[in-house]
């Protein structure tokens, strides 16, 4: 009999990834198919915010895990739980949107792990809420095995005061990992 496949190893051969332009930045994109199988950004954020093998819903909670919901100023403030964010996404998805959430993961060498949460966090608020006007969920994680790290998941598509509007085109496809990876290394200039 075949050892069944976890949540966490099916999700990682489903998202399109795209080679590093920047030391500091990995770039993927979660479509909604994929080589035969059918993606749920909610899952996707689920399995983010908590990196573990049991079943999870957006409502657990892990200590060694910080997350943050960041929003365009004209938002709707409920938007701001993870849980209603991405269930509120899947919800208004067009049928014939292709790509789900752009996946971006920070991984600079920082002397605080403070620093590598309020760095991201400005860059992410900066560049991509405010510039793009997209949602990020930032997710950080400071394993005990490997370097800290912070996870930026923004939705493929712009949220506008009436809710979730325009594809991000920009963000969502090759081009975007060489715009982030970009803005990334001018956004370190001004540490």
């Known amino acids: 009999m075949a050892k069944p496949k976890r949540a966490s190893d099916t999700m990682r051969s489903t998202i399109f990834t795209v080679p590093p332009q920047h030391p500091d930045v990995s770039f993927a994109v979660l479509r909604r198919t994929y080589d035969g199988h ?5 899952i996707f954020a689920a ?6 093998n049991r079943p999870l819903t957006l409502a657990d909670h892990r ?4 997350c943050e919901v960041l ?37 600079p060498r920082v002397r605080k792990i403070h620093h590598l949460w309020e760095d ?4 992410a608020r900066e560049q991509l809420v405010k510039k793009e006007s997209m949602a990020v969920l930032m997710i950080m994680h400071v394993p005990q095995l490997s370097p800290p790290h912070v996870h930026l998941l923004i939705p493929c598509r712009a949220l506008t005061p009436t809710g979730w ?11 975007g990992c060489k715009r982030v990876s970009d803005a990334w290394a001018q956004f370190k200039l001004t540490l």
Do not use: C, W
């Not at 004209?74 to 752009?102: C, G, H, M, N, W």
């Not at 991201?120 to 860059?123: G, K, N, P, T």
């Not at 509007?165 to 081009?175: I, P, S, T, V, W």
């Open 38 to 42: 059918r993606n749920d950004s909610r």
């Open 47 to 52: 399995l983010k915010m908590h990196p573990i």
């Open 63 to 66: 200590p060694d895990v910080k």
């Open 71 to 107: 929003l365009p100023d004209d938002a709707e403030d409920r938007l701001a739980d993870p849980r209603i964010l991405f269930e509120d996404y899947e919800a208004k998805q067009v049928p014939d949107q292709s790509d789900l959430v752009t996946h971006v993961k920070l991984s």
């Open 120 to 123: 991201s966090r400005r860059f």
């Open 165 to 175: 509007g325009a594809f991000a085109q920009q963000l969502a496809r090759d081009g």
